[in-house]
Each structure stands twice: as C-alpha cells, then as structure tokens.
C-alpha cells in the first residue's frame, strides 16, 4: 500500500485546510485510516481515524469538534477537513493505514499502523 498525503501549507489562525491522503497497490481489505502529526521537538501523536467500511470515527481531544474525518471508498482516498484551526495545530500531517483489525487503544496509536505516507506540513500563524 502507497499512501500520498497532500493539501499541507500555511494559513492563519481560525482558517481551514482540507489535506488529502490517496491510498494505492492492494487497498482492498484494509482496516482503517488514521491522521497524525508531529510538531518540532515532540512526539507523533493521533490525530484521527476513520475505519473503511463502517465509516465509525475516532478523534484526539485537542481537535475534537474542529477537524472532521472522512472517505471516499471509490477514490480510495481519506480526508481531512481542518477548521478553527490554531498555532498549536502547527506540524508534519501524516496518514497511515493498516490491514489489522485492532482495538480503539491500539488504533488511537502509531504502533497501530503499518503503512506511512509522506507528511504535509502545516503551519498556522498567529
């Protein structure tokens, strides 16, 4: 599986960015597709996630009711709509996606994933 993620630049506090993450090679069957993103100096953390097939979503507290996860099955591509957004929000986006099906604590996680695109970058200015 290749995953290519795009839609990263800059932007001000409060705008939106939609990013994107095509996935291509053997995608049929995989479990779920997850955003994460890593700042300067910190850890990767989750962001959010999306199972193909039920469409059920997961979220991070901080973005919790600003960013909004969604696919489209027949593009074989995941979205991520990103609103409000803050200097905080300020990181390489990354998208991965995996065949396993694992449970929410494990797919709230990067060593839930196999498979890595890419980052994006985003920058939020204040």
């Known amino acids: 599986v290749q995953l290519q993620a795009s839609g990263g630049g800059l932007v001000q506090a409060g705008g939106s960015l939609r990013l994107s993450c095509a996935a291509s090679?053997?995608?049929?069957?995989?479990?779920?597709m997850g955003w994460f993103r890593q700042a300067p100096g910190k850890e990767r953390e989750f962001v959010a996630a999306v199972k193909w097939s039920a469409g059920s979503t997961y979220y991070a507290d901080s973005v919790k009711g600003r960013f909004t996860i969604s696919r489209d099955n027949a593009k074989n591509t995941v979205y991520l709509q990103m609103d409000s957004l803050k200097p905080e929000d300020t990181a390489v986006y990354y998208c991965?996606?995996?065949?396993?099906?694992?449970?929410?604590?494990?797919?709230?996680?990067?060593?839930?994933?196999?498979?890595w695109g890419r980052g994006t970058l985003v920058t939020v200015s204040s």
């Open positions: 090679g053997y995608t049929f069957s995989t479990y779920v």
């Open positions: 991965a996606t995996t065949y396993r099906r694992t449970i929410a604590s494990v797919r709230t996680s990067a060593r839930g994933y196999d498979y």
